[in-house]
């Protein structure tokens, strides 16, 4: 009973957060200072955390959302690079002359090109790019958000060539607790190759209906009529272009491992679906489009006015560059035998022992993506696209205040998390905040477990705001909460990092992000309840699938 207490007193903060942005449609910038409150005011009363430590959780929380912003502002910077150079405007007319129909706008943009983004960059980036591409295609900003956090999800797991899987999963779990427990014929790299693998296969086995799922919540909440009726007319499309990628995605986890799964997807996929949608192929005949802009309702569009892109006549091979620029750097840069991403991690500032808590913060500043490649690309766009000094003025301008409204929600969101996360020091010897809420979950679950383990990863990735953290968060976690049940480690690691991949479409941090880069305000509560409906479902798919795959390869894998 006192686990379940202290279990219940953890999730104060995020039951706050939850109901106040769901149900109250607080802003996130209003949400997220209180919830750091009560996170504190919990950490100090009941697990007897010292002021030293909390201000420490609280500074180091600081400085980690200062990394996310930097990859933020980089990406909003690139956007309104393109925009005012005439990029965007040429880029917009070159997706539109592909299709008119807005829901095979949604996939192209959405799933595959954000896909493609995704793998090269993670951390949020795609629906941050691209909400503004389908804001400049004529979608209202609100669906355009909505859209895009729902198709960056599959990808996310893949993200950032791998991350989540050799800079999350692997980080953790290469510690002499678990190495000993691995079988004698199975390498750390063989085990982690093959968490990689049983995360590509619920994917492929739900993720492939995710465009099928993104258009129906289009259709629904945005469609003249309020029905998934049109969204099952473009359903042999979607699904389409749901194997187009997850097919070629699944393949490279199997065979290449996971660092290239979503970037390899989504090269593969791209030709493809362009060239099928130019000629028309499973397409409807119907072409389906929003209601009139007057009829448009006012959470919509939000409050902040969006300015149009600058006219062009670019070539559009010349308006796609700096993404080509980015995609080829951000390779480059991420595969260790190539030597650059040493050279890029070695410059570091670092702050160790924060108040001698021993907390450590570190910034590698140019690994970063907001840094390398955004914010370079933005400075060679400038010279390639030709850009007259009053053009750059203002998309730096725009940037910066583009970043503010989403500056206090971030900062305090993480310093939330962070509080919660360094709980395991305390004065009461007790377990942290994070492992009495997942101890208390398991052991009201049971052997139903497995039908419950994604949603950790959904869970960690909307207070995190990255799969990444997540898997870093609970990943011990899951394999011993499998290890206890004995069922596999491995198929229970991939879930979760699956779990983490779904939580991508209603983590406030994205929300926040992608929000920012279209001008919306003060609706983040109503982009996550509407999400909240795709989350779900891909979860409990998710979590049937993990029932019977523990079941049937009991004992087979470890």
């Known amino acids: 009973m006192e686990l379940f207490l202290l279990a219940a007193a953890a999730f104060i903060p995020i039951v706050f957060t939850i109901v106040m942005m769901t149900v109250f449609s607080w802003p996130a910038k209003r949400v997220m200072p209180v919830a750091w409150v009560l996170a504190c005011l919990v950490g100090a009363i009941v697990w007897g955390m010292t002021t030293t430590r909390l201000v420490a959780a609280t500074v180091f929380g600081f400085l ?105 999963t692997a980080s953790v779990m290469n510690a002499p607790q678990i190495l000993e427990k691995l079988p004698v014929d199975m390498t750390f790299a063989e085990f982690i190759f093959q968490v990689g693998i049983w995360s590509a296969v619920p994917h492929v086995m739900v993720g492939t209906f995710i465009p099928l799922l993104a258009i129906g919540i289009l259709t629904l909440f945005f469609g003249e009529e309020r029905s998934i009726k049109p ?70 569009v939000g409050i902040v006015k969006q300015d149009k892109e600058e006219e062009s006549n670019m070539p559009l091979w010349l308006a796609w560059t700096p993404y080509m620029l980015i995609a080829l750097i951000l390779v480059f840069t991420r595969i260790p035998q190539l030597g650059l991403q040493n050279v890029l991690t070695s410059y570091v500032l670092e702050w ?66 962070q509080v919660m996360v360094q709980s395991n020091v305390n004065m009461n010897n007790m377990d942290g905040m994070m492992l009495t809420m997942s101890t208390a979950t398991a052991g009201l679950a049971g052997d139903t477990w497995p039908l419950f383990a994604p949603f950790v990863g959904v869970l960690g990735a909307f207070m995190s705001g990255s799969n990444t953290v997540s898997n870093i968060l609970f990943s011990q976690f899951q394999f011993g909460v499998a290890e206890q049940l004995d069922i596999s480690k491995i198929i229970i690691l991939g879930v979760h990092n699956v779990g983490g991949a779904i939580g991508n479409m209603i983590a406030v941090h994205n929300v926040v992000a992608a929000s920012a880069t279209v001008g919306l305000v003060g609706v983040e509560g109503t982009i996550i309840k509407k999400n909240f409906i795709p989350a779900t479902i891909y979860a409990v798919a998710v979590g049937i699938f993990t029932f019977f795959a523990v079941n049937i390869y009991s004992g087979v894998i470890f």
């Open 64 to 168: 980690s959302a200062f990394n996310i912003l930097i990859i933020i502002f980089g990406a909003i910077l690139i956007l309104n690079t393109l925009k005012k150079s005439g990029a965007m405007a040429t880029i917009n007319r070159g997706f539109y002359g592909i299709t008119s129909d807005r829901r095979i706008q949604a996939i192209i943009v959405g799933w595959i090109f954000g896909s493609f983004i995704e793998g090269a960059a993670g951390f949020g980036t795609p629906a941050a790019l691209a909400g503004p591409l389908l804001v400049g295609l004529g979608f209202p900003p609100l669906a355009a958000v909505i859209c895009a956090l729902i198709f960056d999800s599959t990808a996310v797991s893949f993200g950032a060539v791998g991350t989540p899987v050799v800079g999350g």
């Open 231 to 300: 969204a099952l007319e473009a359903a042999p499309f979607a699904i389409f272009s749901g194997l187009a990628f997850t097919i070629p995605f699944f393949l490279t986890a199997v065979y290449l491992g996971p660092e290239f799964p979503s970037l390899v997807g989504a090269l593969i996929a791209l030709p493809i679906i362009l060239f099928s949608a130019k000629k028309g192929f499973l397409v409807p005949k119907t072409k389906w489009d929003f209601p009139a802009r007057e009829k448009w309702e006012k959470t919509w």
């Open 352 to 417: 160790n022992n924060i108040l001698g808590s021993g907390i450590d913060y570190t910034l590698q500043y140019l690994y970063l993506p907001g840094t390398v490649p955004f914010t370079l690309v933005a400075l060679i766009t400038i010279f390639i696209h030709k850009m007259p000094a009053n053009k750059v003025k203002e998309a730096w301008v725009g940037t910066f205040r583009q970043l503010v409204p989403a500056t206090i929600a971030l900062v305090f969101a993480v310093a939330m998390v």
